[in-house]
């Protein structure tokens, strides 16, 4: 069965890989992803402020607050709590490049148009494959309108393309106000191919201690659905490569998002609970499934349900709510 895929203009040999997660920070699992089948090794991200830190200009932004309130403080994490400082990130890429025979995407995640970007290009020197930008925040300055964020974030897609010939993949949340527009108008930016989603991590509050607590909550399948509404509306009306992120645990699963119209599917939440080899499971029964439902191919199947090929269209543009709601207790 032809599993085969193009994503990011990357002839990959299906579309199952790891999203940037920390399984790319240890050389023996990637070296164990490869042999599980994925088909590109998706790094963990590189934060804006690693570099900023490393370049002293957030350093003394931080020192500036060291005498004032305590929340202050934490306004950023001490370059110790990172996992990788910026040199060992890009050493990382090119032990990772020369262990494995697979494209390797390495990952930016930062939120301003700053000197930082300009790392993109140190990526690619260090062999990435392509680039994610991971575009992380939550719009929560009142005075800054919707336009003001989308502006920033094309100019971050226009500054990394001007700064590398590989490929750029940007990662989006959906909580833009116009996200079929704002996809097309980075596409027009030069990104080369769009993840969906980013997960905004969802903090707690202990009413004890008077403290937000911290927490990391896996994925499961219920999260897949926003994401294949937006791939269905999205495929239908653009070229650029699309990538699924977020909930995906299945071969069905991963067999609903290509019919949406992804060219990629990454996969974290079920790699980190099952180990590598689930993904080597998933891209054997997708092949099984593809064979029992008579697909010469893999490409066949991909947007047979977006919007543009859906009989019912109106179930992604309107979600049908009043039908849906109906269904209640049947």
């Known amino acids: ?26 050389l023996d699992q990637v070296r164990r992803l490869e042999d599980a089948g994925a088909a590109a090794i998706v790094m963990h991200s590189l934060f804006e402020e690693q570099i900023a830190m490393e370049q002293a200009a957030a350093l003394d932004h931080v020192d500036a607050h060291d005498e004032s309130s305590a929340e202050a403080t934490s306004y950023f994490p001490r370059p110790e709590a990172y996992r990788l400082g ?48 991971n575009v992380y925040q939550l719009a929560t300055d009142p005075s800054e309108n919707g336009q003001m964020v989308e502006d920033r974030t094309a100019e971050m897609v226009i500054a990394v393309k001007g700064a590398v010939k590989v ?10 106000t116009s996200l079929a527009h704002f996809a097309r108008r980075l596409a027009k930016a030069g990104a080369d191919g769009l993840v969906l989603f980013n997960r905004f991590y969802q903090p707690d ?43 995906v645990h299945t071969a069905i699963d991963a067999i609903k998002a290509i019919m949406t119209g992804a060219c990629a599917v990454q996969m974290v939440s079920a790699l980190l609970e099952k180990g590598p080899d689930s993904l ?44 849906i709601l109906n269904t209640w207790g049947k």
């Not at 390495?106 to 680039?131: E, F, M, P």
């Not at 509050?205 to 994401?227: K, M, P, Y």
């Not at 593809?290 to 919007?307: F, Q, V």
């Open 205 to 247: 509050i202990d009413v004890e201690e008077l403290q937000v607590e911290r927490s990391l909550h896996l994925s499961n399948s219920s999260e897949l659905n926003l994401r294949l509404r937006w791939l269905a509306i999205l495929s239908g009306r653009m070229r650029t490569s699309l990538a699924v992120s977020g909930g």
């Open 167 to 176: 490929p750029v993949a940007v990662k989006l949340s959906p909580f833009y």
């Open 86 to 133: 910026p040199d060992d990130y890009l050493a990382l890429i090119a032990k990772i490049k020369a262990a494995v025979k697979v494209p390797v995407i390495a990952s930016l995640n930062g939120v301003t148009k700053g000197g930082w970007l300009s790392y993109a290009r140190q990526l690619q020197q260090a062999g990435a494959d392509a680039i994610e930008l």
């Open 280 to 323: 080597r499971k998933i891209r054997t029964e997708v092949a099984q499934w593809l064979e029992k439902h008579e697909y010469e191919s893999l490409e066949k199947m991909r947007g047979s349900m977006n919007l543009a090929s859906c009989p019912d269209s109106s179930a992604y543009e309107r979600a049908n709510y009043m039908m």
């Open 1 to 26: 069965m032809d599993l085969s895929t193009t994503y990011l203009g990357l002839k990959l040999a299906h579309p199952l890989m790891p999203g940037a997660s920390p399984l790319a920070t240890d």
